[in-house]
């Protein structure tokens, strides 16, 4: 019999058809003259979205660990391959460069895959909830400023299509951002010819819509319906042979929740993507 307190969570109770998961807390009574237990007192409770969160988080867990040993593998194996030849002066200077390029790429990609898992985070534990009257304005003016050069990089147009005097929006200002910076990144990266374009304009009931347009490679409709899991990549061979973390519009949809608003996708395999969603506007006082 039970000496003291205990507790499980491993039992299961099929309820209106409905599978649940269980915790368990008994107790055994006993009366005060008594040498065997008298009786339990059980307690159980509803454990189910508990568990199934804890699931998830094992599976995120496993997942992050296998998508990370990948890069992690190919930058030691570069770098300790370099180490080897550098010691030898029969090696071209051209093998060291592109061993420590390959290293280079990797550790970006980790970067960019750190900034993902930090950016969901943040969101999912609310600690950059706080919204703040952002312009507009001056936020397109800050990402052009940043993603110009990259885009010069490929000879690829880089457009503002902004109406004047768009006002504010009060939102938490690293979730609208990131947002943007993942629609933009996307676009650049998976564009040859052409160019990008961020779009911002008055939408209805008092909206401000916001739009991130290319001319890429588009995307097929049975891609659309996997783009917000986490880790999915496309098997389009132009998709694999770019160095995406398969996160970036997985945290923009959970942003986006955040944010309260919808993204939307107007996407043709070969003919560009635009990425799109509105946010109220801050009401203009009237002097």
């Given at each position: 019999?039970?000496?003291?307190?205990?507790?499980?969570?491993?039992?299961?109770?099929?309820?209106?058809?409905?599978?649940?998961?269980?915790?368990?807390?008994?107790?055994?009574?006993?009366?005060?003259?008594?040498?065997?237990?008298?009786?339990?007192?059980?307690?159980?409770?509803?454990?189910?979205?508990?568990?199934?969160?804890?699931?998830?988080?094992?599976?995120?867990?496993?997942?992050?660990?296998?998508?990370?040993?990948?890069?992690?593998?190919?930058?030691?194996?570069?770098?300790?391959?370099?180490?080897?030849?550098?010691?030898?002066?029969?090696?071209?200077?051209?093998?060291?460069?592109?061993?420590?390029?390959?290293?280079?790429?990797?550790?970006?990609?980790?970067?960019?895959?750190?900034?993902?898992?930090?950016?969901?985070?943040?969101?999912?534990?609310?600690?950059?909830?706080?919204?703040?009257?952002?312009?507009?304005?001056?936020?397109?003016?800050?990402?052009?400023?940043e993603y110009a050069p990259q885009a010069a990089d490929k000879s690829l147009t880089f457009d503002i299509d902004i109406a004047p005097q768009i006002g504010q929006v009060s939102q938490s200002r690293l979730y609208l951002?990131?947002?943007?910076?993942?629609?933009?990144?996307?676009?650049?990266?998976?564009?040859?010819?052409?160019?990008?374009?961020?779009?911002?304009?008055?939408?209805?009931?008092?909206?401000?819509?916001?739009?991130?347009?290319?001319?890429?490679?588009?995307?097929?409709?049975?891609?659309?319906?996997?783009?917000?899991?986490?880790?999915?990549?496309?098997?389009?061979?132009?998709?694999?042979?770019?160095?995406?973390?398969?996160?970036?519009?997985?945290?923009?949809?959970?942003?986006?929740?955040?944010?309260?608003?919808?993204?939307?996708?107007?996407?043709?395999?070969?003919?560009?993507?635009?990425?799109?969603?509105?946010?109220?506007?801050?009401?203009?006082?009237?002097?």
């Open positions: 019999s039970a000496k003291t307190t205990q507790y499980r969570d491993d039992l299961t109770a099929r309820i209106s058809n409905e599978s649940i998961r269980l915790g368990a807390t008994y107790s055994p009574i006993r009366s005060t003259n008594s040498v065997s237990d008298d009786g339990y007192v059980i307690i159980l409770r509803d454990i189910t979205k508990q568990k199934s969160l804890d699931d998830e988080r094992d599976e995120f867990i496993s997942v992050v660990s296998h998508e990370l040993r990948t890069p992690i593998t190919i930058a030691e194996g570069s770098l300790s391959n370099v180490s080897l030849m550098i010691k030898r002066p029969d090696i071209p200077k051209e093998r060291l460069i592109n061993g420590i390029s390959t290293a280079h790429e990797q550790i970006i990609f980790l970067a960019r895959m750190v900034n993902d898992l930090s950016t969901l985070s943040r969101a999912e534990r609310g600690v950059a909830d706080e919204p703040e009257n952002i312009d507009v304005q001056s936020l397109i003016d800050e990402l052009y400023a951002k990131e947002i943007l910076q993942n629609f933009i990144t996307n676009a650049i990266r998976y564009t040859e010819k052409g160019g990008v374009t961020i779009i911002v304009k008055p939408g209805e009931n008092d909206t401000i819509n916001f739009a991130v347009k290319d001319t890429g490679i588009g995307i097929s409709r049975s891609d659309q319906a996997h783009l917000y899991q986490k880790f999915w990549r496309s098997e389009d061979y132009r998709t694999r042979e770019t160095s995406g973390t398969g996160l970036g519009l997985y945290v923009v949809a959970k942003l986006a929740l955040k944010l309260k608003t919808e993204i939307k996708l107007k996407s043709r395999l070969n003919h560009g993507s635009t990425f799109s969603f509105s946010l109220p506007a801050v009401k203009k006082i009237k002097s």
